[in-house]
């Protein structure tokens, strides 16, 4: 990995870019076959709104529940050629993650009805987020500038494609009784309220207390003390600022007002849209 070429990091499949080493293509051809099960805990996100928070409390609500975490890959289309044999030797119930485009999810989700946690974040802070996440991170190619980001982001020249493209995606899929969309926003608002309703959605039964203790681990200040533990090296880059509104220290006025504008344009008057005013 060290020595790859920024320009090798990123290759393009129907379309859309992705990162090299975290999910080569053949990763992507394998997922065809991923068989999903009806008690998989699956968490959606487009990449920086707020998968590792989430799959920090998901932990929690499954470990105070008494159950064991089967260890797998953090996101099913990840790395290693062994990803859909260890997946599909892990053992019930799993919990799973993908950045990948609500259509290009393995359609055995769709047919076995399995439940889907999606993590939304307002454009703004999320193009901030991943602007600071591909500086930090080898596997991805160094922003040139905040400007140049900023416009792959707008034209979904990024890896895991545009984030428009995906709210889209999930639009058509609002009413879904299996999905149920959560904001980074909502979860920074009342955490207690959000751990509450991603454990009803997996039916977890938490006490109150046990909420709490679940929400005093899972603030950003905790979790980012924890997160060598959790994520060794990359840590760091994981768990950096955690907060609402970051982008007025990064988008000039113009900026602003193109994202409002492209918002307008494509999630003027969608559920989604509605659910991530900023
Ligand atoms: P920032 O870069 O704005 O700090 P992902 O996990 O999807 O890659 O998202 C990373 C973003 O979630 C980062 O945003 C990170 O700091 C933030 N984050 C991680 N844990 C969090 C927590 N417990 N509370 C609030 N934000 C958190």
New binding site residues.
């Given amino acids: 990995g060290m020595t790859m070429k920024d320009e090798e990091k990123l290759y393009k499949k129907n379309g859309i870019l992705y990162s090299t080493i975290m999910s080569p293509p053949e990763n992507l051809d394998a997922l065809k076959d991923m068989e999903a099960r009806e008690d998989d805990i699956m968490l959606v ?13 998901l932990r929690k609500i499954i470990t105070t529940c008494g159950y064991t975490l089967p260890e797998g890959p953090s996101l099913i289309e990840f790395h290693s050629p062994d990803t859909q044999k260890i997946l599909s030797q892990m053992q019930s119930r799993r919990l799973i993650a993908t ?1 990948l485009h609500p259509d290009d999810i393995p359609v055995s989700f769709k047919t076995n009805k399995t439940k889907m946690l999606v ?1 939304f ?1 307002n454009p703004k ?1 999320t193009v ?3 602007y ?2 591909m500086n930090n991170n080898p596997v991805l190619p160094k922003a040139e500038s905040w400007d140049k980001f900023f416009s792959d982001f707008m034209s979904g020249e990024v890896a895991w494609g545009s984030y428009f493209d995906h709210a889209l995606g999930w639009e058509k899929h609002m009413d879904d009784p299996n999905v149920l969309i959560v904001t ?1 926003e909502e ?2 608002e009342n ?1 207690l309220e959000g751990i509450k309703k991603v454990a009803d959605f997996f039916s977890f039964t938490l006490t109150d207390e046990q909420v709490q203790g679940i929400a005093g681990e ?7 003390s924890s997160s060598k533990t959790s994520h060794g090296k990359f840590g760091k880059v ?6 609402v509104g ?1 982008w007025k220290n990064h988008f000039s006025e113009d900026q602003s007002k193109q994202m409002d504008e492209e918002f307008k344009k494509k999630l003027g008057g969608t559920k989604l849209g509605a659910k991530l005013k900023y």
């Avoid at 709104?49 to 920090?56: A, I, L, P, Q, Y």
């Avoid at 899972?218 to 980012?224: D, K, N, P, R």
């Avoid at 994981?238 to 907060?243: H, M």
Wanted: charged share 20%.
């Fill in positions: 996100a487009y990449p920086k709104c707020g998968c590792n928070w989430m799959d920090g409390v950045h993590v974040r802070d901030v987020s991943y600071h996440f980074y979860l920074k955490l899972s603030t950003f200040s905790a979790m980012q994981f768990f950096r600022k955690g907060e970051d």
